[in-house]
């Protein structure tokens, strides 16, 4: 077994240390599932191994099991586990394999496709304690009434029906289908009007204003880019123009945004959202040289154009997504330093861990809170080396994006915990229908100009004094 270095748990890893302990000395069927909600850079991986580690070595729990959702995360687990002495095998794996592990890693996908095989190799587990870990839980969504379109949840329930806990983390708890989700407690609760809903309630939460506050990630300063949009067709005469930070109408509101991440759109925000995040870079490179920057794009033609234009600036510049065979390798090439920007589509947000990057530019027409969170959250990490030369606070990150209301708002409550509450079916408004009726957040606004207007700077007022500055 490879040698083990000693770590010191985080306060919260401690809490979960003990919230596990609790849970299992009751051994109560309703406290089975237990959700973790803890922000970007908190170290959920490293806690719920540190977790299970200390259970076992109390006689607790002698096995675990762990579903991630994409192949690209199980390096990090690996990673963690041999920092802790615990020998992780990744599925598929040789029955002998299964028999030496203490913990098995499976991806959602993987179990899917090998459910009745991988059943019958852990039934020599099932006398055992075995503690479950789904990372982030929130794609484990159950839907009673259609559980085949859910088959992820099912198959996550299908797999740990032995298991003593089964535990979810998640750095997003929010899903845009309106659906609970897998190893989560709901609770009823009353609303201000009267409505009974169910709410998602974590078991334990670390707010991102408190690892902010301790050190552990870094703050966000927001840099929204205001101006006039434009909507008349060529050659007429007719000027419908629309201002994008104080648009009140949602249908105009998601129109204006379409037209204002395109980079040949006659109001140039999008190019000039660019230009300012690379100057941003580069005053960020005075103290931290290796910093880089990530463009999240709408699609691959889109996320072509924008690189093409940054390597007309003169940057390194990787584009990666889903597509891509060599996508992969180009993340590690990236982590390791090997270009100034990386552009991508749906491959940088939850899971993908690059202390380095210290800028992002959000130019995709994805608006809701959870995808939004997960994007600019990548420029929070920190690491041991970068965290012995900086002071607490430290050194701030910054997002670069339109100035979409909805993003706005978003931005004014990044560090915060919000709940998920899953609404009544029969009360639930397709977007589409909801007319004029939405309406933006109430914001301050700096003078708007034709084409590209002023950046609009927002420091979140959740977040500690010390951002505060005059």
Known sequence: MPAVSPIRPRQW?????QLLRRRLERQLEHERDLLVFAGPGAGKTLGALLAFRAMQQEGRLERFLVFCHRTSIQEQWQKAAKRLGLRLHEWPCSSQQIDEAQGILVTY?????????????LERWQPMGCLAIADEAHHLGVDPEAPESTAWGQTFLDLTGHCQLRMGLTGTPFRADNLAFCAARRLRVRQEGGALVEQICPDLTVEPRDLIAEGDVRPLEFRFQDGWVEHSREGIPDRDVSPLSAETRESWRARNLRRAIQLN??????????????????????????????????????AQAITQLLQEDG????????????????????QNGNADWLVSIDMCAEGFDAPRLRVVAYLTTVVTRSRFLQGITRAVRMTPELASNEPVPRRASFVFAPADPLL???A?????????VIQPREEEIPAEESGGSWR?????????????????RLRTPQLPGFLKRA
């Not at 890893?13 to 240390?17: A, D, E, G, R, S």
């Not at 660019?274 to 941003?280: E, F, G, M, N, Y």
């Open 13 to 17: 890893q401690q809490q979960l240390i």
């Open 109 to 121: 996908q993987g179990a899917g496709r090998q459910l009745e095989l991988l059943l019958s190799e």
């Open 265 to 302: 759109d006659s109001s140039s925000i999008s190019q000039q959202l660019l230009l300012r995040a690379q100057r941003q870079l580069s005053k960020v490179r005075l103290q931290h040289p290796q910093a880089a920057g990530l463009v999240i794009a709408r699609d691959i033609d889109h």
């Open 315 to 334: 940057n390194r510049v990787d584009l990666v997504h889903s597509q891509d065979p060599t996508a992969a390798a180009r993340l590690n090439g990236f």
């Open 408 to 410: 706005m708002g978003y």
């Open 412 to 420: 004014r409550s990044w560090s915060l915990a919000e709940p998920y």
């Open 440 to 456: 933006g957040p109430n914001l301050p606004l700096e003078a708007v100009e034709d084409g590209a207007g002023q950046m609009i």
